[in-house]
């Protein structure tokens, strides 16, 4: 087992090595600079996310696609996932990660705008979209799809089917478990493992729109009962949180400041984790949210792109930086909690999310527990759609259902036999999914920068698209 553990954690360092982050942080900047800088856009964009297109074409409200992204993305990267980037990168992973979401905003554009503008409808007429749908058609000449396109939008779809078993499903359970686990001995991982799979198959199993459904009236309230709960824990650290902050810009350029030297290894140790864990938390680039934005009613592209990039405002720019000077405050004011990770007794960024949280006294603990639960619990409601529309692509309608059984399956599972081996593979399995979908991204930056200026800097967002939506078997 020990052998295997290294194997993966060694795949992990060479898939998360220089050229991944050049890659993923490569294409944040180009897409900024090819879509004018698109970040300027967030107010009319966040304005946009609670805007109906009442006469649109889609299956969903802009706002229950947003919300749908979010419940995938606000998940265990915001909370453990940060601890995990200070643990193995130091305090200044948590610069990167911020980093990563400023820039990743655009390219979260980007690869909407490609999946909405080549979307499609299946017999039922149900929206189906994706990077898979943005290769297959982008590329198509006189009724053909070239095999390289092909290649990319079937790789896209395996993977992210197979992630989504992961990253999805048994990583979110595993952490929902630890939490509830560590702080109620009492009850068996079992039995937590059994209500999450009922709660995820009442309404998984009742596809999109139930989903949707949900996630509109729950995200919104985790979301701003947990950054609530973050501030009452900021304002108990006050006198840390300057150091903190200063803590964490410095140690993103000098690693070895934090905490003399006991936390992170090096520039790349910190900007390595703190990428990797920011492309978990916001999936930017990753290509998992535009399979939902493409079902949303929007009036063209460009409208669904920028409410679709909040998204990654919200996770990443807001949430995720509220847990790391959470976490970083509360070690300068408890310095016992770095002398454990140093002597080998705080191993885990869930044990060391939680002994944060605890050493808070009446909220730490509460705000914790809840936020982990209901982070986790969207979360794997919102990749359970992403997996169901890649299979649909892949093996038609009538694979929803088995693979709907195996994800419950892989959540019980992930509550009752994996740690944090399961952040590794994932972080390897969102690398090689993302990989396709950044590729289709430069591949289709041209058009996304041009349409772009049409649409956004030329002052044409109320103007419908007369692209035709086709119709397709499966």
Excluded at 383 to 389: A, E, K, M, Q
Excluded at 395 to 407: E, K, L, S, T, W
Excluded at 434 to 463: F, Q
Aim: charged share 10%.
């Amino acid at each position: 087992m020990d052998a295997i553990v290294s194997a993966i954690n060694t795949l992990d360092a060479m898939v998360w090595g220089p050229p991944m982050i050049l890659l993923l942080l490569g294409t944040h900047i180009y897409m900024t600079v090819r879509t004018g800088f698109i970040q300027r856009k967030l107010p009319t964009a966040i304005k946009l996310s609670i805007t109906k297109d009442p006469d649109a074409e889609g299956d969903i409200s802009q706002f229950g696609a947003l919300t749908t992204a979010l419940s995938a993305t606000i998940g265990t990267g915001n909370i453990v996932g940060v601890a995990t980037a200070i643990m193995a990168g130091g305090p200044g992973a948590v610069l990167w990660m911020w980093l990563t979401g400023v820039f990743g905003i655009a390219t979260k554009y980007s690869e909407v705008y490609a999946a909405v503008k080549y979307r499609v409808k299946d017999k039922k007429g149900d929206m189906l979209g994706g990077a898979m749908y943005a290769w297959r058609r982008a590329f198509e000449k006189n009724g053909k799809t070239p095999w390289w396109a092909v290649l990319g939008a079937t790789a896209f779809a395996v993977l992210t089917t197979v992630a989504s078993m992961g990253i999805g499903s048994a990583v979110q359970s595993s952490s929902m478990t630890g939490v509830i686990v560590s702080n109620f001995p009492g009850i068996p991982a079992w039995a937590i493992g059994l209500a999450i799979v009922i709660m995820v198959a009442i309404v998984i199993f009742g596809g999109v729109r139930v989903i949707s459904s949900v996630c509109e009236k729950l995200v919104p309230f985790m979301a701003i009962a947990y950054a609530w709960g973050c501030v009452v824990i900021i304002g108990m650290n006050i006198e840390f949180v300057w150091p903190a902050i200063c803590l964490i810009v410095e140690s993103a350029f000098n690693p070895q400041a934090a905490f003399g030297g006991l936390l992170g290894s090096g520039i790349m140790a910190a900007i390595q984790f703190g990428c990797a864990r920011g492309l978990f938390s916001n999936e930017s680039g990753l290509g998992s949210a535009p399979i939902v934005a493409s079902a949303a009613a929007t009036r063209n592209p460009a409208r669904q792109a920028l409410v679709s990039m909040t998204g990654t405002f919200w996770d990443t720019v807001v949430i995720c930086a509220l847990t790391g000077v959470v976490l970083v405050s509360t070690m300068l004011a408890h310095p016992e909690l770095v002398n454990g990770i140093a002597e080998g007794k705080i191993m885990a960024g869930a044990d060391l999310t939680s002994a944060a949280f605890a050493s808070i006294p009446y909220v730490g603990t509460p705000v914790l527990v809840i936020g982990m639960i209901l982070f986790s619990y969207s979360t794997i409601l919102g990749w359970s759609y992403y997996g169901n529309r890649c299979v649909t692509y892949l093996f038609g309608r009538r694979a929803i259902r088995p693979y709907q059984i195996v994800y419950v399956l892989a959540a019980f599972l992930g509550a009752v036999g994996v740690a944090d081996i399961v952040w590794t593979t994932s972080d390897i399995a969102n690398a090689f999914m993302a990989i396709p979908n950044i590729l289709m991204v430069l591949l289709l930056s041209g058009m996304i920068a041009r349409e772009t200026k049409h649409y956004v800097w030329d002052g044409n967002l109320d103007e419908r698209t007369e692209d035709e939506i086709p119709v397709v078997e499966k």
